[in-house]
T-cell receptor, first 117, second 114 residues
């Protein structure tokens, strides 16, 4: 099976712009989660989607949003970019979600490296 | 609220020696515990997990972890370290049976010295 794919791999934006990142999960996986990874804060949970519904959300401002499509592909959007948004954004997919899927391991994509100038 | 702590930012081990990467957790119910590894410029890879059953869990690349409920710990171990084990290791916890988010530790960088 193909792994989790993320596009683009690298992105350079300026403050105030917006950006959309894309994630295609492993075939058959219906749960997609997004994380922000920075050297100082480690891996921080953004949100989790399952069957086009947001199941959980991390402590990020409303500038960060996401959605999931019927084919389980997911997009993440960040509006009004700030310098502090520079990070590696990781997407992960797993089989199932919620209480029944909470024991399933996640499969991560290679990430999108976002640089905000 | 659930949380996970990795008390060491970095661990240095000589090749061939045993290694331990520490992790402690806090959840309101029973925990599901995970270890992931991240190699440079790569996403995270799943190593092993504890769901239920035996406290000693074996995973990929010769790694194992021991679940200790009384000490709320889930330390990652390997009997003999390889230089190729050098990477960033993350512990993660989820409250079992609840529709709640997974929490990751800040990561421990493991350096295996040749």
């Amino acid at each position: 099976k193909a792994g989790v794919t993320q596009t683009p791999r690298y992105l350079i934006k300026t403050r105030g712009q917006q950006v959309t990142l894309s994630c295609s999960p492993i075939s058959g996986h219906r749960s997609v989660s997004w994380y922000q990874q920075t050297p100082g804060q480690g891996l921080q949970f953004l949100f989790e989607y399952f069957s086009e519904t947001q199941r959980n959300k991390g402590n990020f401002p409303g500038r960060f949003s996401g959605r999931q499509f019927s084919n389980s592909r997911s997009e993440m959007n960040v509006s009004t970019l700030e310098l502090g948004d520079s990070a590696l954004y990781l997407c992960a997919s797993s089989w199932g979600a919620g209480a029944k899927g909470s024991g399933n391991e996640q499969f991560f994509g290679p990430g999108t490296r976002l640089t905000v100038l | 609220a659930q949380s996970v702590a990795q008390p060491e930012d970095q661990v240095n081990v000589a090749e061939g020696n045993p290694l331990t990467v520490k992790c402690t957790y806090s959840v309101s119910g029973n925990p599901y515990l995970f270890w992931y590894v991240q190699y440079p410029n790569r996403g995270l890879q799943f190593l092993l997990k504890y769901i239920t059953g035996d406290n000693l869990v074996k995973g990929s690349y010769g790694f194992e972890a021991e679940f200790n409920k009384s000490q709320t710990s889930f330390h990652l171990k390997k009997p003999s370290a390889l230089v190729s084990d050098s990477a960033l290791y993350f512990c993660a916890v989820r409250d079992a049976g609840r529709d709640d988010k997974i929490i990751f530790g800040k990561g421990t960088r493991l350096h295996i010295l040749p």
